[in-house]
């Protein structure tokens, strides 16, 4: 078990363009969060996954954000057209049960930052 | 809206010492859990400790435990005999056991420990 892996760890990219991020879970997890975390505040829920299906998306979530999860294993992240306010840092964590019930383990993020 | 308050940005204790860190939630809910999360620098978040809101007994993780106050909407987090590893930042979160699958965090406490 070598923990929730995220990649990569740092990002800084020019605004307008185009970025991915990758989250590896823990084997056997079947429950997959995106976070995001900004300076001075706790993470806050983007969208989560149960095997590969996206069962819920936070508002903060918009149109230029997408996330896929194939064949229930690990999740991509994607930011289209960034803009500065994308800036922060995007944590993964994954979970075998309901993030409640069971532990909920994380990465250490990708620290995206806009130019 | 649940929201999670930490009303202490910064925190510091000696060595050895004991530190109270404080949060208060909003809910109407009346099933829930309730966690604290440590996040050192540059590493991931990991579980510190968990309180069901339906046990009336105060959850303990070896030096660290917990004060619950459910009618007062409290949950704060005692560390005894602090270590040089427990600096951190600590965040306060909550989840509903019958609803969607968001931890909701607090802004978080960052806590020193003096030599």
């Known amino acids: 078990d070598t923990g929730v892996s995220q990649d990569p760890r740092h990002k800084i990219t020019k605004r307008g363009q185009n970025v991915t991020f990758r989250c590896d879970p823990i084997?056997?997890?079947?429950?997959l969060y995106w976070y995001r975390q900004t300076l001075g505040q706790g993470p806050e829920f983007l969208t989560y996954?149960?095997?590969?299906?996206?069962?819920?998306k936070s508002r903060l979530l918009s149109d230029r954000f997408s996330a896929e999860r194939p064949k229930g294993s690990f999740s991509t992240l994607e930011i289209q057209r960034t803009e500065q306010g994308d800036s922060a840092m995007y944590l993964c964590?994954?979970?075998?049960?309901?993030?409640?019930?069971?532990?909920?383990?994380f990465g250490q993020g990708t620290r995206l930052t806009v130019v | 809206a649940q929201t999670v308050t930490q009303s202490q940005p910064e925190m510091s204790v000696q060595e050895a010492e004991t530190v109270t860190l404080s949060c208060t939630y909003d809910?109407?809910?009346?099933?829930?859990?309730l966690f604290w999360y440590k996040q050192p620098p540059s590493r991931q978040m990991i579980l510190v400790i968990r309180?069901?809101?339906?046990?009336?007994q105060n959850a303990t993780e070896n030096r660290f435990s917990v004060n619950f106050q459910k009618a007062a909407k409290s949950f704060s987090l005692k560390i005894s005999d602090s270590q040089l590893g427990d600096a951190a930042m600590y965040f306060c979160?909550?989840?509903?056991?019958?609803?969607?699958?968001?931890?909701?965090f607090g802004t978080g406490t960052r806590l020193t420990i003096i030599p």
């Open positions: 964590a994954s979970s075998r049960g309901r993030a409640g019930n069971t532990e909920a383990f």
């Open positions: 084997s056997e997890h079947n429950r």
């Open positions: 996954f149960q095997n590969e299906a996206q069962l819920e």
């Open positions: 809910t109407s809910e009346s099933d829930y859990y």
């Open positions: 309180q069901e809101a339906y046990k009336q």
């Open positions: 979160a909550y989840w509903v056991i019958f609803g969607n699958e968001k931890l909701t």
